[in-house]
């Protein structure tokens, strides 16, 4: 059993090493390099922690084969194939490979702990997951499906099948089929050799760039077949041997020990004379490491580029061409001295997959982007290597600021000067360079050192900038100050400045125009101009840069500014509030803290933070964070820290030394940038089941959705797969014809709804974590049905119909209507005669109705001007002239509402009075009854108004009084009388009364509402009966009376 080898080998293995120690650990190129890993097990999806192989399929995702199942991974998720879910032969999956026909191939193992294959071959594909035996997949195999003892991919498209007795190489590919490649005959017969031992797995075979390393076995003769050749060779003396890969020249490589030298590996290169070449220049190949260690264990890359070698008691190393890297500690992994490595799977993204017995390994390694200066690490002289001011010139000499040290690197070369103070900024000025601190000092490259400029001690210099040969200008933490190099003068600019103007802490200057200097100070922006021997210095004025605080800004072409904040983020703006966007944490910053920004020939800003620098992206807005894990030397930067050297190169300071990288390293080429995006599962709505259906199939098939009438929704999941760790994608998609513009979004997830018919391309698109769109895209066809009652067979079908129906109507009314038109005629005519006759009888009922109401109004009339004359005969026979006067007013009462009825019969209408001329008869009347030795004229002012008899009753009297009282008391002493009486109407149904004459008028005290006389009570008590209220003016000696008509106060009621 495999198992039990593997234990004795690993047990004799450690003893090997316990003894070989004493070597000690190989150099590694670490340093050079990044090393990102991750560990994937039971925990993130897959079915066991034991992994045995792995590939990558036509379409970008991982397959791993375990134990317990087969896992399909994209980066994210995992996907589980069993025997008791899915039908698989086997759930042991211990080899697996991929055709170019969306095809996968699996091998299963032996139950138990071994490792070897039992001659069952599943194919699955890999779109539509349907799974058939090889033999039903392929009724023409030239082989026995059990015959198969290994399986792999060699990286070109094809796959190998290795089968036994006789032992053959065969290789399939969807456009040849199966062809046999080589036999090997001169193997042991079938008797002679174990089972175990031909279908063992593991580091024995090796396929890789189309070549196939063929072996048993040490003993046997193992064959290297490639694309034209056979090569043959043997190592008899060997006891254990474990092929590394190929060289650049496609030479095979193998490590190996003898009898002769246990515990010390050698490396041999196979060469065309079919032997092993070990006096090589190893180094070449970074192999000078691998060569004189013990190796328990070793994983070839199915690419032969990469091999992971593996030491219980250490360490796993990688090894390829260009370096030989520490990847995996002992302390990093439990129960490392257990650990079995199985296959070295690469990527289409530059990842390596090694499975092992613990789960699977993703390794990334990466040369470093950044170069560190005067970290902690680098120098020993400054203690605390916070850095500022930083400049590098066109030789590759760097020099920054390092707390209280200057320091300078040339090649390798470090040099520092002490300063008893912090350093501040550096400035290349006149062919010379300049340090600030609280002083200002000049560097001297003869001797190495830095001199103080006499009358230049002050606040702390945080930026400089050579205006001309002569003129540099100083910003300090109280504002702006001026050296001139050729006199050796300092002078101080902040008396051109208003008060309250003056600059604090000046961080950096920048040219906008020819004569215009724009300096970035922690409270605002400031322009310098020269005019002739002075600057004209001035405040920005805005609200929105006065209100934050500043730490540097950068103006682009477009006239915008890009401002670096202390605590709000990045803000974007033409220094006016009217347009300004804003970036923070939410927007996908690290931090709100903003210390510099730099930018590159690509269309990024480069900025630093206190978590990180960021590349940003000034039309995209794509945001990449660097960090430690990243190459940086520390996360947290400083204010004033970076520079811009004339050959693009950006260099950052911070807690930690100085940070220099080349932005070209960081794009990455649009045009080769295609990490594939894809479909992991779209659930659509199906209202036809009322409930949500997987169609991830159906899509993947057809590369179409379709949304019958009544499916409401569907959600669609996706993933780029690049396998990035911690990656944050950003993904956008758009409606192709129904939307404008693309939809952002951070979640790798749609749900569509409410798109209206038709047939529309869905698209969408992702962002890796560096801001690049991958030019993989999903574009799928998107069909809205609609119902049918409004597709065009029905509509058309619909129309036939009514007018086929409109036709036959049509013609059945017509015979309908002759026959009722007969029918009705006679109808009509019998109702004619009918209605003549009613009508007849109609006119003589209203004819007989006016004469009655006439002769009613006449004899109410007739009964009143009796009752008037009776009351008139009564009060001639009286002696007291207070009942002759009461009987008058009564009778003069009588006479007014006789005068309405007079007015209804003798004129046209019978239930309503013309106002006017009624207004009119009843002064007459009145002034009849009161005789004086002067007519007294009356002015009436009444619009054409006709009032009904409800309301025209009241209005009498009440006129009737007023009327009485002005000749009986108004006049008397006056020359002349005059009365004025005006209704008028304020709206539908309401009137207003207003009486008027030119007597004394009431006295002062008198209380119209507290009155005793019968007339003033009269006039209130009809006010009210007519919807109305008295009012009297004392001034004006004038009554006014608001007044409705019946009509209006039913409505009331």
Not at 746 to 774: C, D, H, M
Request: charged share 20%; hydrophobic share 40%.
């Amino acid at each position: 059993m495999r198992s039990f080898l593997a234990t004795i080998i690993l047990a004799a293995s450690l003893l090997h090493y316990i003894r070989a120690n004493a070597q000690g650990g190989p150099g590694t190129h670490n340093a050079d390099y990044i090393i990102s890993k991750r560990f994937l097990s039971i925990e993130d999806g897959l079915a066991s922690h034991e992994v045995f192989c792995g590939v990558q399929d036509n379409r970008g995702f991982l397959w791993f084969g375990t134990r317990n199942g087969l896992n399909r991974y994209d980066g994210k998720n995992c996907l589980l194939f069993t025997r008791q879910r899915n039908n698989l032969q086997h759930n042991k999956v211990v080899q697996l490979a991929r055709d170019d026909n969306n095809n996968l191939f699996i091998e299963y193992g032996s139950n138990g702990f071994q490792l070897t294959t039992n001659g069952m071959v599943d194919v699955i594909n890999t779109i539509t997951h349907k799974i058939q035996s090889l033999t039903a997949a392929f009724p023409n195999l030239p082989f026995k499906e059990q015959d198969i003892y290994w399986i792999a991919n060699d990286g070109t498209g094809e796959v190998n099948f290795l089968t036994a007795w006789p032992f053959r190489l065969w290789k399939y590919s969807t456009e040849k089929g199966f062809t046999l490649r080589y036999e090997v005959k001169d193997w042991v017969t079938k008797d002679s050799l174990s089972y175990s031992a031909w279908r063992s797995s593991g580091p024995l075979c090796l396929f890789a760039n189309g070549n196939a390393l063929l072996k048993l076995n040490n003993q046997l003769t193992q064959y290297l077949v490639s694309h034209n050749t056979v090569t043959p060779f043997l190592q008899k003396e060997v006891l254990r041997s474990l092929p590394i890969g190929f060289n650049s020249e496609g030479n095979l490589l193998i490590t190996y020990n003898t009898a002769t030298d246990v515990d010390h590996f050698a490396v041999g290169k196979l060469t065309s004379e079919k032997r092993l070449e070990t006096g090589e220049d190893w180094a070449k190949y970074s192999l000078q490491s691998v060569k004189g260690r013990y190796w328990f264990q070793a994983a070839s890359a199915v690419n032969g580029n990469a091999c992971v070698f593996y030491i219980p008691t250490d360490a796993l190393y990688l090894w390829h061409e260009e370096a030989y890297l520490r990847i995996v500690d002992r302390s990093e992994l439990k129960a490392f001295e257990n650990l079995f490595l199985y296959q070295l799977l690469p990527d289409n993204q530059g990842n390596l997959w090694l499975c092992t017995s613990h789960g699977v390994i993703q390794l990334k390694t990466e040369k470093k982007r950044f170069k560190q200066y005067f970290t902690i690490a680098q120098q020993s002289k400054e203690p605390n290597s916070q850095a500022r001011g930083i400049y590098s010139d066109t030789t590759g000499t760097v020099m920054a600021n390092i707390w209280q040290h200057h320091f300078r690197q040339q090649e390798k070369s470090i040099s520092a000067i002490k300063n008893d103070h912090i350093m501040y900024a550096l400035a290349w000025h006149n062919n010379a360079l300049y340090s600030g601190g609280f002083d200002l000092f000049r560097y001297h490259e003869s001797n190495n050192t830095l001199k103080p400029l006499p009358g230049g001690i002050g606040t702390e210099i945080w930026s400089m900038y050579s205006y001309n040969d002569s003129l540099l200008l100083l910003g300090r933490s109280n504002g702006f100050y001026l050296y001139n190099s050729r006199s050796g003068q300092f002078d101080s600019l902040t008396h051109y400045l208003a008060p309250g103007q003056e600059a604090r802490f000046v961080y950096r200057f920048f040219k906008r125009h020819a004569d215009t200097v724009w300096a970035v100070a922690e409270n605002g922006v400031y322009t310098l101009t020269r005019n002739k021997e002075q600057f004209d210095i001035a405040k920005y004025q805005s609200d929105f840069i006065n209100g934050l605080s500043l730490l540097d800004a950068y103006a682009d072409n477009n006239n915008q500014y890009w401002l670096a904040t202390n605590g709000e983020g990045l803000y974007v703006s033409d220094l006016t509030a009217s347009k300004v966007q804003q970036f923070n944490i939410a927007s996908g910053l690290p931090s709100d803290v903003i210390y510099r920004i730099e930018s590159d020939a690509y269309g990024n800003l480069w900025m630093s933070s206190d978590n990180g620098l960021i590349r940003f992206n000034k039309k995209t807005f794509a945001t990449a964070t660097y960090t430690i894990a990243d190459g940086i030397a520390h996360n947290e930067f400083n204010r004033t820290s970076s520079f811009k050297a004339s050959d693009g190169r950006l260099f950052f300071g911070g807690i930690d030394g100085i940070n220099e990288l080349n932005p070209i390293n960081f794009i990455k080429d649009s045009t080769t940038f295609k990490v594939p995006l894809r479909v992991i599962a779209l659930h659509q709505f199906i209202a036809s089941k009322n409930e949500l259906v997987n169609k991830t199939t159906e899509l993947l098939t057809t590369n179409r959705i379709t949304l019958e009438p009544g499916d409401k929704f569907f959600t669609l999941e996706f993933q780029l797969l690049d396998f990035e760790k911690n990656a944050t994608h950003r993904y956008a998609y758009k409606i192709e014809g129904f939307d404008k513009d693309w939809n952002y979004i951070s979640e790798n997830s749609i749900r569509i709804s409410g798109v209206p018919y038709g047939t529309f391309v869905l698209q969408v698109k992702a962002q890796n974590n560096e801001g690049a769109w991958s030019q993989s895209e999903l574009h799928i066809v998107l069909e809205v049905k609609k119902p049918f009652y409004l597709q065009g067979w029905f509509m058309g079908l619909m129309l036939v119909l009514l007018i086929w129906s409109i036709v036959w109507v049509i013609r059945w009314r017509t015979k309908k209507l002759a026959l009722d038109k007969r029918t009705l005629e006679l109808m009509v005519s019998e109702r004619t005669d009918l209605l003549k006759k009613a009508i007849t009888r109609q006119e003589t009922l209203l004819l007989e109705k006016d004469v009655l109401m006439k002769e009613i109004h006449h004899r109410v009339k007739n009964n009143l001007q009796v009752i008037s004359g009776l009351l008139e005969l009564q009060s001639r026979n009286l002696d007291n002239e207070t009942a002759k006067a009461a009987l008058m007013e009564g009778r003069n009462r009588v006479q007014s509402i006789a005068l309405i009825h007079q007015n209804l019969y003798q004129f046209e209408s019978l239930s309503a009075i013309e106002l006017g001329r009624f207004v009119n008869d009843l002064y007459r009347q009145v002034a009849t009854l009161y005789k004086k030795q002067k007519e007294i004229p009356v002015h009436v002012n009444v619009p054409l108004l006709y009032l009904d008899i409800d309301s025209a009753v009241p209005l009498g009297l009440i006129l009737n009084e007023l009327l009485s009282n002005s000749f009986k008391y108004a006049f008397n002493g006056l020359e002349q009388g005059e009365i004025t009486i005006t209704i008028r109407i304020i709206t539908e149904g309401k009137y207003q009364l207003i009486y008027f004459d030119n007597g004394p008028g009431l006295p002062v005290d008198f209380d119209l509402y507290k009155a005793s006389t019968l007339g003033i009570q009269l006039i209130n008590d009809l006010s009210r009966q007519i919807g109305g209220n008295v009012q009297y003016d004392n001034k004006m000696a004038q009554f006014t009376i608001n007044f409705t008509n019946r009509n209006l106060r039913k409505t009331a009621d």
